[in-house]
């Protein structure tokens, strides 16, 4: 039976695990505290604690065949190496496949520009500097120890309860402008069909931009979301009198476009929703 570890089971790596799981595969998710574990056990899923600090023990992937690795690095580097590399690195021969999911942010700012995965890798904030040591250290240990591992840069994330849709229903819609800003956006449901096109079909040590076919300034997508809400958009505010969170702002600082070409010709992955307008009506329709 195929078995798939979860470092962090989260919004992304559960729909992956719902989907495998349906099919069969048996499914183990981290956590870092014993509430997280029993919420994921009530999903269905097998539980362990992770919480970064303390040793790993090996024995929990015996018999584990792929691994996902979704946990975002910290100021001290990557909290699944921290503890599991060892660990990762005396099953290598029993794992067939590694995925670890970064970020478009290692790209960093383009001025709107293109970027595919051959483009120089420059990120510009301190989140993105941490993902591209992360994605170094995982792929050590595929040139080093013959790991499976492969990376996956996903772009901004939209899905069931993570959309434009929502900030309507709670009040939060901002149409924010900012000339010549671009974002790449992919569907949850899409991420999870990139990972399984993967395990499909293996390439070590590879990297893929998870990306939709239109980047787009984000007060277009708030605009679109406003249509299908049957409501007016919010008014357009320049992005200098925005009042952002740090956080916020951060997203802002970075304008680029994402090729998604390799996803398609390598992984043979035909987009779910290849622009936000498919992913948004397939969500409005689901509050309905």
Same mark, same amino acid.
């Given at each position: 039976m195929?078995?798939?570890f979860c470092?962090?089971l989260?919004?992304?790596?559960?729909v992956?695990?719902?989907?495998?799981?349906a099919k069969?595969?048996r499914?183990?998710?981290? @956590? /870092?505290?014993?509430? !997280?574990?029993?919420?994921?056990r009530?999903?269905?899923? $097998?539980?362990? #604690?992770?919480d970064?600090?303390a040793?790993?023990?090996?024995?929990?992937?015996d018999?584990?065949?792929h691994?996902?690795a979704?946990?975002p690095?910290?100021?001290?580097g990557?909290?699944?190496l921290r503890?599991?590399?060892?660990a990762?690195i005396?099953h290598?021969?029993a794992?067939d496949?590694?995925g670890?999911?970064?970020?478009?942010g290692?790209?960093g700012?383009?001025?709107g520009?293109?970027?595919?995965?051959?483009s120089p890798?420059k990120?510009?904030t301190t989140?993105g @500097? /941490?993902?591209?040591? !992360?994605e170094?250290?995982?792929?050590?240990l595929?040139h $080093?120890?013959? #790991?499976?591992?492969?990376l996956f840069?996903?772009?901004?994330?939209?899905?069931?309860?993570?959309n434009?849709?929502?900030?309507?229903l709670?009040?939060?819609?901002r149409?924010?402008?900012?000339?010549g800003q671009?974002?790449?956006?992919?569907?949850?449901?899409?991420i999870a069909g990139v990972l399984e096109a993967?395990?499909a079909r293996?390439?070590?040590?590879?990297?893929?931009?998870?990306?939709?076919?239109e980047?787009?300034?984000?007060?277009e997508?708030i605009?679109y979301a406003?249509?299908?809400?049957?409501?007016?958009?919010?008014p357009?505010?320049a992005f200098e009198e925005?009042?952002l969170s740090?956080?916020a702002?951060?997203?802002?600082?970075?304008?680029?476009r994402?090729s998604?070409?390799?996803?398609?010709g390598?992984?043979?992955?035909?987009l779910?929703y290849?622009?936000?307008?498919?992913?948004l009506?397939a969500?409005v329709a689901?509050?309905?």
């Amino acid at each position: 039976m195929s078995h798939l570890f979860c470092f962090g089971l989260g919004y992304c790596a559960a729909v992956l695990a719902r989907r495998l799981k349906a099919k069969g595969w048996r499914i183990t998710g981290s @956590a /870092r505290t014993s509430e !997280a574990a029993a919420a994921l056990r009530q999903d269905g899923f $097998e539980t362990v #604690l992770v919480d970064g600090k303390a040793p790993f023990d090996a024995g929990l992937i015996d018999g584990v065949t792929h691994v996902l690795a979704s946990a975002p690095p910290d100021e001290d580097g990557d909290p699944v190496l921290r503890v599991a590399a060892p660990a990762l690195i005396a099953h290598a021969g029993a794992i067939d496949w590694l995925g670890y999911l970064s970020t478009t942010g290692v790209y960093g700012d383009r001025g709107g520009g293109w970027v595919d995965e051959d483009s120089p890798l420059k990120p510009s904030t301190t989140r993105g @500097a /941490r993902r591209l040591a !992360a994605e170094r250290e995982w792929l050590a240990l595929w040139h $080093e120890h013959g #790991l499976p591992v492969h990376l996956f840069r996903l772009a901004g994330i939209y899905g069931p309860g993570r959309n434009q849709l929502c900030s309507f229903l709670d009040g939060g819609a901002r149409r924010i402008a900012k000339p010549g800003q671009v974002f790449s956006r992919i569907h949850v449901d899409d991420i999870a069909g990139v990972l399984e096109a993967s395990i499909a079909r293996l390439h070590p040590g590879r990297a893929y931009n998870v990306c939709d076919d239109e980047p787009a300034p984000p007060q277009e997508v708030i605009a679109y979301a406003a249509r299908l809400m049957g409501r007016e958009p919010p008014p357009e505010i320049a992005f200098e009198e925005a009042d952002l969170s740090p956080m916020a702002k951060s997203f802002y600082a970075e304008s680029k476009r994402v090729s998604n070409a390799r996803i398609k010709g390598e992984l043979g992955y035909t987009l779910r929703y290849p622009t936000y307008r498919e992913g948004l009506k397939a969500l409005v329709a689901e509050l309905r």
